[in-house]
């Protein structure tokens, strides 16, 4: 019988030595490594068969065994790629630093997604187990969503109207797989490439991204304080002929700044006077935390507003649902984008959504999600005053999940951040959330992700590293 045991120890053995070989080199015959390993001929021949196994060792009948020459590897040839793909679209597309991995020892403050303990998991876990034993794992989904699931948007947005409002019904609804994708069906269905898009700058780096994708040409206004100016936004429309105006109205990512009613007003009748469409994200709804979110989509009943509400940061990262609410002709256009790039939407993460979403212990989540988000915001914000320079810290945001930081002058931004990463605190740079030049040295933190109790320990290390850059 074999030793198995003793067969691997002389195997580990000669793997070593054979290393060390020249290619082509034979190895002693089987009577003599039997001699040298005090072992029987055939666990000799089972320890060679591990390294020919290993491809170290190849066997030459009637001639012996010989170290491998290394196979190298295939060279891939991509120069014909070249011709095939042309040169690289201007101002193309990218993917922000917010998609960064962080390793568990860093502090990550750069990334999107809140951390598991402000999120539903039990919920969402058995929502998702119960729809992958329902039809919905094996049923094709209408084109549009769930009916149920899109109720629930329109109610939704129904509810938080203000006055008299333009609530939307379930038919003016289309379920996304997220709210990057729905930005991108909406940029491609209601623009042309080469067609302008008015964008609030800074502004979310996705929609950057998703309209330089398109092939749509940027065209940037400033904030005036929480929103643009309604002058300087209808001559950006006069000057480009732009139909499209994409911004956040409530918690803007990356600042955390909200229009007043009145503002929201006058922008809105500046997009109606133009005959412009406003592509309304409300990607923060449930994030409120020191008042309530009124969708603009609700006080609109032409059709000038189509807004974006996702579910996947509030709900899971797991479930990519968003809905769009759109009315006419732009609602059609939508939807048409919608099934030639992905057909519909996964029934069962539409059923798990909904689930989660009309369950008795969904507001009460809400409450308690939003009351460890105050706190954090409130405990980090403390921190970047007490320690950081002075106006370091633009505002304080009524919701969202960040804090928007402005550098001292003459901070090399990237520089910086890369320095706080080398010791293991992750920031976004401002430079990503600019659809043009950035206008100061801007970073953003964001407090939903792990260790919360290691927040002093982060804004130490900005500070530091801070000074250090300044000096």
């Known amino acids: 019988m074999v030793n198995s045991s003793s067969a691997e120890r002389i195997a580990a053995e000669l793997r070593a030595e054979v290393r060390a070989m020249r290619a082509g080199a034979r190895l002693p015959g089987t009577r003599a490594l039997a001699e040298r390993f005090g072992a029987g001929p055939v666990t000799v021949q089972q320890a060679v068969r591990m390294l020919v196994r290993d491809g170290l060792v190849e066997s030459r009948p009637g001639a012996g065994n010989f170290v491998r020459h290394p196979v190298p590897a295939p060279r891939s040839d991509f120069d014909w790629q070249t011709a095939a793909l042309g040169s690289v679209r201007s101002e193309g597309g990218y993917v922000g630093s917010t998609m960064q991995t962080a390793g568990e020892e860093v502090i990550a403050l750069h990334a999107g997604y809140p951390t598991d303990e402000l999120l539903p998991v039990r919920a969402v876990q058995a929502a998702l187990a119960r729809a992958a034993r329902s039809r919905s794992a094996i049923d094709r989904p209408p084109a549009s969503g769930l009916p149920e699931l899109r109720q629930w948007f329109a109610q939704e947005a129904a509810e938080t109207a203000r006055g008299d409002g333009a609530p939307p019904a379930a038919a003016d609804v289309i379920v996304m797989p997220g709210g990057q994708s729905a930005l991108s069906s909406i940029f491609r269905a209601l623009a042309r490439p080469g067609d302008a898009i008015v964008m609030e700058s800074p502004g979310y780096w996705g929609a950057i991204a998703a309209a330089r994708q398109a092939g749509l040409e940027i065209v940037p206004v400033p904030r005036a304080g929480e929103a643009v100016d309604p002058i300087v936004l209808a001559e950006a429309f006069e000057r480009s002929r732009a139909r499209l105006f994409y911004a956040m109205p409530h918690f803007a990512n990356p600042t955390g700044a909200t229009w007043s009613p009145a503002e929201a007003r006058a922008i809105l009748d500046v997009v109606r006077a133009n005959g412009a469409f406003l592509v309304e994200d409300d990607w923060a709804h449930d994030f409120a935390l020191d008042g309530a979110v009124h969708p603009l989509v609700a006080q609109d009943a032409d059709g000038h507003v189509v807004s974006v509400r996702s579910l996947t940061k509030s709900v899971s990262p797991a479930i990519r649902i968003a809905g769009v609410v759109a009315r006419g002709p732009a609602l059609s256009r939508i939807r048409t984008d919608r099934v030639v790039?992905?057909?519909?939407?996964?029934?069962?993460?539409?059923?798990?959504?909904?689930?989660?979403?009309?369950?008795?212990?969904?507001?009460?989540?809400?409450?308690?999600?939003?009351?460890?988000?105050?706190?954090?915001?409130?405990?980090?914000?403390?921190?970047?005053?007490?320690?950081?320079?002075?106006?370091?810290?633009?505002?304080?945001?009524?919701?969202?999940?960040?804090?928007?930081?402005?550098?001292?002058?003459?901070?090399?931004?990237?520089?910086?951040?890369?320095?706080?990463?080398?010791?293991?605190?992750?920031?976004?740079?401002?430079?990503?959330?600019?659809?043009?030049?950035?206008?100061?040295?801007?970073?953003?933190?964001?407090?939903?992700?792990?260790?919360?109790?290691?927040?002093?320990?982060?804004?130490?290390?900005?500070?530091?590293?801070?000074?250090?850059?300044?000096?």
């Open 341 to 471: 790039d992905g057909l519909y939407v996964s029934g069962v993460l539409q059923t798990a959504a909904l689930e989660v979403v009309t369950a008795p212990g969904w507001e009460p989540h809400l409450r308690r999600m939003r009351e460890q988000l105050r706190v954090r915001r409130d405990s980090l914000a403390g921190l970047v005053t007490e320690l950081m320079p002075a106006g370091t810290l633009t505002s304080v945001p009524p919701g969202g999940l960040n804090l928007w930081l402005r550098l001292p002058a003459g901070i090399d931004v990237e520089q910086y951040v890369r320095s706080c990463a080398a010791d293991g605190v992750l920031i976004s740079p401002g430079t990503e959330w600019f659809p043009a030049e950035p206008t100061a040295g801007f970073v953003r933190l964001n407090y939903s992700g792990p260790a919360p109790g290691r927040f002093a320990e982060a804004v130490a290390v900005l500070a530091r590293r801070l000074g250090r850059a300044d000096g």
